[in-house]
C-alpha cells in the first residue's frame, strides 16, 4: 500500500514514521508513506496557503490552488489513489472503515488546518473522516491515527500471531480481553487460574467471554449491530 499525505506541518509525521511497528513496516518496504507539504506546491514567493475567508468569519481557510497543485502532480502516475479528508464532522472512522480502506492499493489523506480547507477540495476526495466527536487543531493527528489503524492490518505488517489475534476480535469491533504477565501475583492480585492452566481452548474460551462481556457492557450497540449482520456464532449469542 501507497499513501501520500498532504499537509503544511509535515514534521508532525516524523517520528509517527520512524518508530514502532509502522517505522518498520516503512523501512521494511511493506508499506510506503510519503508526506508532503502544501506549500510546495505554491507558486507565489511568499508560500502563502491560506486566506480569510469569504463572508467574513473567524481564522483562516486552506486555498485550493497549491491542494489541486499537489494532487495533480501526486496523481500523473500510478493507480489513482482513494482520497480522505480529515474534518471534524466527516463520517466517523471505526474499525470497519479501517478493514475496507486496507484493502485500497493507495490512499491519500489531506490534512486540514486553520477553519479547514476550501470547500472545492472536497471534489477530489472520497470519503471525509472524523476519529470522534471534538474539535482538534488540525486534521495531521486524526491522519496519524487512521494510518495507524489501517497499516496494522496490512499482511506481514503486525505478524502473523497478531493479525490471527486481530481477525477474531478487534475487526467485528470487539473490545479486548484482559491481559496478565508476571508475577502471577501483585499486591493481592492474582491472574485468574485458567491463564496458568495452559489448557489453550480453554483460554480462548475465556478470552472470548471477557471480550464479549465487557462489550456487552460498555459498548451494548456494537453486539446489536453483530447480532443484525449475523457475525456472531451460535455460541457466542448464548
Ligand atoms: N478528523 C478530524 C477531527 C478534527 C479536525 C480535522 C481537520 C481539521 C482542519 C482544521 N481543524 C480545526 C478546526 C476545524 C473546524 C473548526 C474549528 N477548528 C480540523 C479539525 N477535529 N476533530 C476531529 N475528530
Known sequence: MRIDVLTVLPGLFDCFLKEGVIGKAISSGKVEVKVHNIRDFTTDKHRVVDDVPYGGGPG?????????????????????????????????????????????????????????????????????????????????LPAMVIMDAVLRLIPGVLGNLESLRADSFSDRGLLGYPNYTRPAEFRGMKVPEVLLSGHHKKIESWRKEQSLRKTLERRPEIIENLKRKGLLTKEELE
Open 60 to 140: 483562516m481557510v486552506l486555498k485550493p490552488e497549491p491542494i489541486f497543485r499537489a494532487y495533480d502532480e501526486l496523481t500523473k502516475e500510478g493507480e489513482k489513489p482513494y482520497v480522505l479528508l480529515t474534518e471534524p464532522w466527516g463520517e466517523k472512522f471505526n474499525q470497519e472503515m479501517a478493514v475496507e480502506l486496507s484493502k485500497k492499493p493507495r490512499l491519500m489523506i489531506i490534512c486540514g488546518r486553520y477553519e479547514g480547507v476550501d470547500e472545492r477540495v472536497k471534489s477530489l476526495v472520497d470519503r471525509e473522516v472524523s476519529i470522534g466527536d471534538y474539535v482538534l487543531t488540525g486534521g495531521e
